[in-house]
């Protein structure tokens, strides 16, 4: 695609959604036995895994908390998960996504009830079509939840953007490519606290409060299928 390219085509995007139409997505909880706790989403053509062990000893000892709690994130995409293969390995994008994953997921979390200890959270990239920070933090929501870990609130994590001048909710790849703006959220639902705001491109104040407010109108939905996901688990189905 290029840039002189429409993406929006009387009112309709490409992929045939609505401005403030969701990607479909699907959640499941627990698809790993091993881990203390997993989940699995998709989300469009996002494919993630979340893991997550502990709270346990904090390795390596030094980064132990005497009165509290850390959750050590590595966000990672597997050199699959993209059209060219990507160099395995860390680097400075994962490396800002596993930090404001963190910074999103704390303050669900009573971490000064174990201290010394580390909750590790691993998040495997293993299809990404943009939106993997979003996805990212739904599924690790549901894997510590999965984990038994106890939370104040499931944190629920949604982006919208600017495509060809409109304000869309959650921009896919080609959108996220030759778009203008992305502006990723996270939020405790229940408590209405934000824990995640980034805004990627330009947007005028007024497109801001109407990308976010587009965000805020779907969150209580990816909030009710989350808590179907973790109930789905429990009743065994
Ligand atoms: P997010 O995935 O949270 O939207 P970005 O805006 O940084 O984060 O990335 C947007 C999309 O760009 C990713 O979801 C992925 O599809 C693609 N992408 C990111 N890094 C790479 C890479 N190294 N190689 C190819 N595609 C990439």
Redesign the pocket.
């Known amino acids: 695609m290029k840039k002189s390219d429409k993406l929006i085509v009387d009112g309709k995007r490409l992929d045939g959604r609505d401005l403030d139409e969701l990607r479909p997505i699907k959640m499941e909880v627990g698809p790993l036995k091993r881990a203390d706790g997993s989940a699995y989403v998709e989300w469009g053509k ?1 494919k993630i895994l979340a893991t997550v062990y502990g709270p346990r000893e904090t390795h390596p000892r030094h980064l132990q908390e005497s009165d509290s709690a850390i959750i050590q994130v590595r966000y990672n ?1 597997a050199s699959f ?4 293969r ?2 395995p390995g860390p ?1 400075r ?1 994962s490396t800002e ?1 596993s930090k404001v994953t963190r910074e999103a997921l704390e303050p669900a979390l009573f971490l000064s009830k174990y201290p010394r200890s580390s909750i590790d959270l691993n998040i495997e ?1 293993l299809q ?9 933090i739904n599924a690790a929501s549901l894997a510590i939840a999965d984990a038994g870990i106890p939370m104040r609130d499931l944190v629920v994590a949604v ?1 919208a953007g600017k495509v060809d001048g409109k304000v869309c909710l959650d ?1 896919d ?1 080609s959108e ?2 030759l778009g203008e703006a ?1 502006v ?1 959220m996270a939020i405790m639902p229940r408590r209405k606290l934000v824990t995640l705001l980034q805004m ?1 491109g330009h947007l005028t104040p007024e497109e801001f409060k109407e990308a976010l407010g587009m965000s805020m109108s779907v969150v209580d939905r990816i909030h009710e299928m989350q808590r179907n996901a973790l109930m789905d688990k429990y009743r065994g189905d």
């Open positions: 996002n995409m998960s993209v059209e060219d990507k160099r680097d994008r996504i990239v990404a079509d943009a939106g993997t920070r979003c996805t990212g982006a921009l790849k996220d490519n992305d990723p990627d």
